[in-house]
């Protein structure tokens, strides 16, 4: 990299010697360090020398064209969020189906209530794993059904219920 950028570096100047035009180089803050001045003016020097050339400091770049993976905190951002992976259980129940379950699993003498949806809340749920399944080699292992003790038992030890 550092071959590659001063190389570069030596090219441009030559060229914009043989005709006659300004050269701006071009850097990340990163090159800063960790500073003892914040926020950074053109003055502070960091872990850099610039006194030879004039040096434009880039933060937060972001923009069309940009290398997707380019590690920088924008361009990671929008490629992460574009690339969700779904992790979740695609079987499908209804909310009377799970009240049922619940209620046999805890053998309680409990009424189900109807009630109305939460606004803006989603009818239907079913993850699309396919992603998951190719790319990580992911998908649920434990069945509804025998995870649903599973979990009772540890809600029970959490909340200190000692019988039903």
């Given at each position: 990299t550092i071959k590659t950028n001063?190389?570069?570096?030596?090219?441009?100047?030559?060229l914009a010697k043989r005709v006659?035009?300004?050269?701006?180089?071009?850097?990340?803050?990163?090159?800063y360090g960790d500073p003892l001045v914040h926020p950074q003016t053109?003055?502070?020097?960091?872990?850099?020398?610039?006194?030879?050339?004039r040096?434009?400091?880039?933060?937060?770049?972001?923009?069309?064209?940009?290398?997707i993976d380019d590690g920088r905190v924008v361009s990671n951002f929008i490629a992460q969020a574009l690339r969700p992976?779904?992790?979740?259980?695609?079987?499908?129940?209804t909310m009377v189906e799970l009240a049922e379950t619940v209620k046999d699993l805890i053998k309680l003498d409990v009424e189900i209530k109807?009630?109305?949806?939460?606004?803006?809340?989603?009818?239907q749920r079913k993850p699309d794993?396919?992603?998951?399944?190719?790319?990580l080699?992911?998908?649920?292992?434990?069945k509804f059904r025998e995870g649903l003790p599973l979990m009772e038992e540890d809600f029970c030890l959490r909340l200190g219920v000692l019988e039903k």
């Open positions: 001063a190389t570069g570096t030596l090219n441009m100047l030559g006659g035009a300004k050269n701006l180089l071009t850097s990340t803050s990163e090159v053109e003055s502070y020097w960091g872990n850099v020398n610039p006194i030879e050339i040096i434009a400091r880039i933060f937060n770049t972001y923009g069309p064209r940009m290398n992976i779904n992790i979740g259980n695609p079987g499908e129940f109807m009630v109305e949806n939460t606004p803006d809340d989603p009818r794993i396919s992603k998951a399944k190719e790319v080699g992911w998908e649920p292992k434990v």
